[in-house]
């Protein structure tokens, strides 16, 4: 089976399964007891947040809450930051984990204003500074697109919102960025910053918040006050230390692993440009094939449904995505349609996304087998 769905989910690595194994069976101590064995991991517990701190180029202006995923990271940050008197921005692309949510709040009475997304599925920034004013008082966008890799240029971003009002809050989803590409959260000037476990080798139920202490970060979950009072429940710690022991290894190898997998991408696109030519199929990428995570590849062939490629790609054991998984429920794709493709280009989507593992595969081979498939079930051929 060649697995290419990894901006879905990855395979959580064996060393960090040991650890969890560990913590469950042997070290399973709750770490708010008030026990020798019990302080041992609440002292883990915050080795965990350090660690994560470094990894995103925080200092110790910033803390960290663990959280069941990056969905409710997500949650956590708009239910406590949207601002209900003032205006909010998100974008376009943003995951639905934070577009749903604010379009919950925009329900309520919330003024949610959203920005645009250019041809290439960044953020357009000269449409974003049109929506920025002194009432701007919030901002979520995204720094690495789920659905097409594309990287926002989020110190322009969060620079052009200060200069407009000094004391916006901003929130950047670094779950596709997280690494992959280099983050300093002290770079960027962002306020909270959200994670996910199980996008980076780590165990699934596993997100964190990271924000700047000083800022507002109201629970929305309340009970015996873990998480410095901002996410009651007990912590998962065995699945949180799998999380970083996975995050740490990738975090290491992360410019050597940037650079392979951009390679792989670039023959890959190239190897199916080959035989669409060949196969006389209309090959298209979706987004700026250099300048974007080289971990993402959303593409189609006109003619041929993503969704009919995805099944025939799976009999031939090559498993992809059409768009972000968690939105298989809804059709379209709200970030395609954005950045202008037409109904037919956003038919046809397919997304590959692929590991540090990934490669080493074949891309001749893979390039080869989706263009067959593709043809096969291509419509404009049969005309
Ligand atoms: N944000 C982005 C950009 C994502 O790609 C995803 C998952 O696809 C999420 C948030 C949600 O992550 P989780 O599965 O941890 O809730």
Redesign the pocket.
């Known amino acids: 089976m060649i697995y290419l769905d990894n901006?879905?989910?990855t395979r959580c690595k064996e060393s960090s399964a040991e650890i969890i194994k560990r913590g469950l069976i042997e070290d399973f101590f709750n770490p708010s007891a008030k026990y020798y064995n019990s302080l041992t991991e609440a002292k883990k517990l915050d080795a965990c947040r350090d660690e994560i701190l470094k990894m995103v180029g925080a200092n110790n202006n910033y803390s960290v809450v663990f959280t069941g995923?990056?969905?409710?990271a997500?949650n956590l940050v708009l239910s406590s930051s949207l601002n209900k008197h003032r205006e909010n921005i998100i974008s376009l692309g943003e995951?639905a984990?934070?577009y749903e949510t604010a379009k919950h709040f925009a329900g309520e009475g919330y003024k949610i204003l959203e920005a645009s997304l250019n041809k290439n599925g960044e953020v357009d920034i000269e449409e974003y500074k049109k929506l920025l004013s002194p009432q701007t008082a919030f901002i979520s966008i995204?720094l690495?697109?789920?659905e097409t890799g594309a990287i926002n240029n989020l110190k322009e971003i969060v620079r052009f919102a200060r200069s407009v009002n000094p004391k916006v809050l901003i929130h950047t989803?670094c779950?596709?960025g997280f690494c992959k590409i280099k983050i300093n959260m002290q770079e960027l000037g962002v306020d909270y910053l959200?994670l996910?476990?199980?996008?980076v080798e780590g165990p699934?139920g596993v997100?964190c918040l990271v924000y700047r202490k000083q800022v507002k970060l109201e629970p929305e979950i309340f009970g015996g006050g873990q998480e410095n009072n901002k996410r009651s429940g007990t912590e998962n710690l065995p699945s949180i230390l799998g999380f970083i022991n996975s995050a740490k290894e990738l975090h290491e190898n992360m410019q050597k692993s940037f650079e392979k997998v951009f390679e792989f991408k670039q023959k890959l696109i190239k190897e199916i440009r080959e035989y669409s030519k060949e196969a006389g199929l209309e090959f298209i990428v979706n987004g700026d094939e250099n300048n974007s995570s080289p971990y993402i590849l959303s593409c189609g062939f006109i003619g041929t449904k993503g969704e009919v490629l995805l099944h025939s790609l799976e009999e031939a054991e090559i498993l992809v995505g059409t768009g972000?998984?968690?939105n298989s429920k809804h059709s379209g794709n709200r970030t395609l349609s954005a950045m202008g493709r037409t109904e037919n280009e956003v038919n046809s989507n397919i997304r590959l996304s692929f590991s540090a593992e990934s490669a080493g595969l074949n891309p001749k081979e893979i390039a080869q087998i989706i263009v067959e498939r593709a043809k096969k079930h291509n419509n404009t051929q049969k005309r």
């Open positions: 901006a879905s989910t995923s990056a969905t409710e997500n995951h984990s934070i995204m690495v697109s789920n989803d779950v596709q959200t996910s476990s199980h996008k699934k997100g972000s998984a968690c």
